[in-house]
T-cell receptor
Framework: DAGITQSPRHKVTETGTPVTLRCHQT?????MYWYRQDPGHGLRLIHY???????DKGEVSDGYSVSRSKTEDFLLTLESATSSQTSVYFC????????????FGSGTRLTVV | GESVGLHLPTLSVQEGDNSIINCAYS??????FIWYKQESGKGPQFIID?????DKRQGQRVTVLLNKTVKHLSLQIAATQPGDSAVYFC????????????FGTGTSLTVIP
């Protein structure tokens, strides 16, 4: 997706290890979000950011932390990965006026074994 | 919390036929809705939006209908093509919640050649 990239695209990690996913945008959008997508649950908000060093929790934030030191980067860290965190993670960006909703990245497929 | 759901998890249509995907929402205060399309291995992409002061909006081959009385919206795709095969989500937003959207679980559309 133009203007927003996620890395890595795929990752397999072991239970108990820390994992960091990166979201990078070139759109200079103020708002950034991390979602996870699981069958039967749709997209669920993990954390979001309304600006540099301004972050807040979403509905499924337990076991996750985020950081945003620059406008363009939003990092999601799984402090100690568990099998229940196996999922597809999407980063999204938006402008404050909510018009057109979010622009999503291509996702990171994370498998915790 | 918000509740946005879809009536049918899967839908198969013949190429050239029209498709109708439905979505129910529970928050009567919701005033902005978006339909997203998600192709396999990609992030959701904006298709069309509608505000609560409208009951119909048309795009290229797509039409969204909003019935606020029964809290229901639908996405109609005319002359469905193989490239329309994807998962379709509705998302709703309420001005009071700022920029946060809530997503349905999705309907998988398969177009049969």
């Amino acid at each position: 997706d133009a203007g927003i990239t996620q890395s890595p695209r795929h990752k397999v990690t072991e239970t108990g290890t820390p994992v960091t996913l990166r979201c990078h945008q070139t759109e200079n959008h103020r708002y950034m979000y991390w979602y996870r997508q699981d069958p039967g649950h749709g997209l669920r908000l993990i954390h979001y950011s309304y600006g540099v060093k301004d972050t807040d929790k979403g509905e499924v934030s337990d076991g996750y932390s985020v950081s945003r030191s620059k406008t363009e980067d939003f990092l999601l860290t799984l402090e100690s990965a568990t099998s229940s965190q196996t999922s597809v993670y999407f980063c999204a960006i938006s402008e404050p006026d909510r018009i057109y909703g979010y622009t999503f990245g291509s996702g990171t497929r994370l498998t915790v074994v | 919390g918000e509740s946005v759901g879809l009536h049918l998890p899967t839908l198969s249509v013949q190429e050239g036929d029209n498709s109708i995907i439905n979505c129910a929402y529970s928050n009567s205060a919701s005033d902005y809705f978006i339909w997203y399309k998600q192709e396999s291995g990609k992030g959701p992409q904006f298709i069309i939006d509608i505000r609560s002061n409208m009951d119909k909006r048309q795009g290229q081959r797509v039409t969204v209908l909003l019935n606020k009385t029964v809290k229901h919206l639908s996405l109609q795709i005319a002359a469905t093509q193989p490239g329309d095969s994807a998962v379709y989500f509705c998302a709703e937003n309420t001005l009071s919640t700022g920029n946060q959207f809530y997503f349905g679980t999705g309907t998988s559309l398969t177009v049969i050649p």
